[in-house]
């Protein structure tokens, strides 16, 4: 959620900014033959030549003479550079650490949206374990002012709510406003990211995390039940493929079988993927249960013709999505990469049938406002794969796109997604969250039949 995850104003749209988080290499610091050198020009230069997957399709003219920006400006939008001090940070946040509130926004005008009439900062994201979950601040809420040493800002442009939060230091408190007159008091801190939660009609659960930040096991927040859920079922929510995601999945199936659910939803929307190798983990919990003979995750061919395989990472014990129970799939536009891998593994063993993909299927009102920034009935459509290559002599990163992504059973959904066409069903979408998560409700119906 870039520097400050309190601050992607999404100024083009939601899924610009959550399908920038690319599926990335398992290795982060692959270097992939290219050595360290003190020109970062030059550097730049040999290491898109040597591994950038269209470099035959892309303009290559005087390619020699260019700066590093205007070469960069050439690649997919997929491909980026970064300084030595933007690559720690990078990695430091893709770990789970983080620092800031924890939530992220589109701004809204007034008149734009029937559902959101007055207009105001909509919060389209709320880290789990931040400052911002824990303050009770919740998706489809409408940020409307900020008050600080007893001044009150009132949030009327993209920019405001930037403005107002980031001047504050670290562990000062502020409090910030909603539509409805509500108000939580929070400061920014540093604090672990979780990126799952479940619940079941009856109760809910949350990872928790030891010193170190590893999660440890869960916490139950009844007060999060949806109590709208069939019977046997349990909603899962995960929100990226970073950091210890895949771990505390394996802790919520604990409860998950606790409990003797028999159905899984899973809810993917706007979850613009991360990194394979926590994928491979996530598949695990479920081809796990059809025995230790391994099977294939995803495979990657290069632009040299090698190709690469990726295996489901094999868990024993009992934390397991068992083979028979049924499992559903909640996607949208912004439903990319990693999380679309994920779908090919469950769909390639049987896990998920096309039928059981719900696909958000946006309003006239909302495509409207979005403009081509966000698309509609279908998942993203991201079958490609970038590496990071670091510069080892100045700590410079380069991340290129190296590799198209076939799934277990060979399907490429790249540039395609997953639509109606393969099966998948699609459910009217109003915006792209409501207070009440209207779209979720109307799954369940769907589900219930």
């Keep these: 959620m870039g520097k400050h995850d309190y601050g992607n104003k999404f100024l083009r749209m939601a899924a610009v900014v959550i399908v920038a988080v690319i599926l990335a ?46 070469i960069v400006a050439r690649l997919d939008i997929y491909s980026e550079f970064y300084t030595r001090e933007e690559m720690q ?29 007055e207009g105001g900062c909509l919060i389209v994201t709320v880290v789990g374990n931040s400052p911002a979950e824990k303050a009770g601040m919740k998706t489809g809420q409408l940020l409307v002012s900020g008050t600080y040493e007893g001044r009150t800002s009132e949030f009327k442009t993209s920019d405001d709510v930037g403005n107002f939060i980031d001047p504050i ?3 000062v408190k502020f409090t910030l406003t909603v539509s409805t007159g509500e108000s939580f008091e929070v400061s920014k801190q540093e604090y672990t990211a979780s990126y799952m939660f479940m619940a079941t009609k009856n109760s809910a659960w949350t990872p928790t995390f030891d010193g170190d930040g590893d999660a440890n096991g869960v916490k139950e927040v009844s007060d999060r039940a949806i109590n709208y859920l069939p019977d046997g079922a349990a909603y899962f929510s995960m929100s990226q493929f970073y950091g210890g995601a895949a771990d505390e999945f394996g802790y919520l199936l604990k409860e998950y ?8 939803i899973l809810d993917l929307r706007n979850n613009g993927g991360g990194y394979v190798d926590v994928m491979q983990d996530m598949a695990g919990y479920f081809t796990s249960s059809l025995g230790k003979q391994t099977r294939v995750a995803m495979t990657a061919r290069y632009k040299s013709g090698r190709e690469e395989v990726a295996d489901c990472l094999y868990h024993g014990g009992e934390n397991l999505v068992p083979a028979d129970n049924t499992v ?10 990693a999380s679309e891998a994920l779908i090919g593994v469950l769909v390639s063993y049987g896990f998920l049938k096309y039928e059981n993909i719900f696909l958000s299927d946006y309003g006239e009102e909302f495509m409207s406002w979005a403009g081509g ?27 290129l796109t190296t590799a198209q992504i076939y799934w277990p059973n060979g399907k490429c959904i790249h540039g395609i ?31 219930k039949g």
């Design 25 to 70: 290499a398992a290795a982060l610091f692959s270097g992939c033959g290219i050595f360290g050198s003190t020109d970062t020009r030059k550097w730049v230069i040999n290491t898109v030549k040597q591994n950038y997957y269209f470099y035959d399709e892309m303009d290559k003219t005087d390619i020699d003479n260019l700066s590093v920006e205007e």
């Design 89 to 117: 940070a990078l990695i430091k946040d893709n770990s789970g650490q983080k620092a800031g509130v924890g939530f992220s926004y589109i701004y809204v005008a007034a008149g734009a949206s029937s559902i959101y009439p």
């Design 169 to 171: 230091s670290a562990g």
């Design 257 to 264: 079988n606790a409990q003797r659910c028999t159905s899984l």
């Design 328 to 337: 559903y799939v909640l996607a949208n536009s912004g439903t990319a990469s």
């Design 373 to 399: 920034d966000y698309g509609t009935a279908k998942s993203y459509g991201k079958g490609i794969m970038q590496s990071t290559f670091t510069n080892f002599m100045t700590g410079e990163a380069l991340k």
């Design 417 to 447: 997604g997953l639509t109606a066409e393969d099966g998948c069903r699609l459910v009217e979408a109003d915006w792209i969250v409501t207070p009440e998560d209207d779209e979720l409700k109307k799954v369940i119906t769907m589900i």
